[in-house]
Nanobody, 119 residues
Framework: QVQLVESGGGLVQAGGSLRLSCAISGRPYSSYVLAWVRQAPGREREFVASTRWSDARTYYADSVKGRFTISKDKAKKTVDLQINNLKFEDTAVYYC????????????WGQGTQVTVSS
């Protein structure tokens, strides 16, 4: 059983940067994709970025390309999300998730970490 715990959220001014981290317990299968998904107030959950556990492939939502970078450390079993040039619309709860598809249908979820961007 894989468990995911996020950390690193907080209150940041627009234009600032933040690094979120997802700690993984258990053993991710080689077929797993580790993802970041966000949910803004009053909106549905939205795919942000993902990476395959077994290789270097990464995937991004068009809205975050160039500002967000997903990375993983297999030895530490962490998946990080570097967020640069934060915008007010990035305010959301950010979830770490795991599944076998890059963009959706995840079956393991963390509890989420709040990111609030002030103008």
């Amino acid at each position: 059983q894989v468990q995911l715990v996020e950390s690193g959220g907080g209150l940041v001014q627009a234009g600032g940067s933040l690094r979120l981290s997802c700690a993984i317990s258990g053993r991710p299968y080689s077929s797993y994709v580790l993802a970041w998904v966000r949910q803004a107030p009053g909106r549905e959950r939205e795919f942000v970025a993902s990476t395959r556990w077994s290789d270097a492939r990464t995937y991004y939502a068009d809205s975050v390309k160039g500002r967000f970078t997903i990375s993983k450390d297999k030895a530490k079993k962490t998946v990080d999300l570097q967020i640069n040039n934060l915008k007010f619309e990035d305010t959301a709860v950010y979830y770490c998730a795991a599944g076998t598809s890059p963009y959706s249908d995840y079956f393991h979820w963390g509890q989420g970490t709040q990111v609030t961007v002030s103008s």
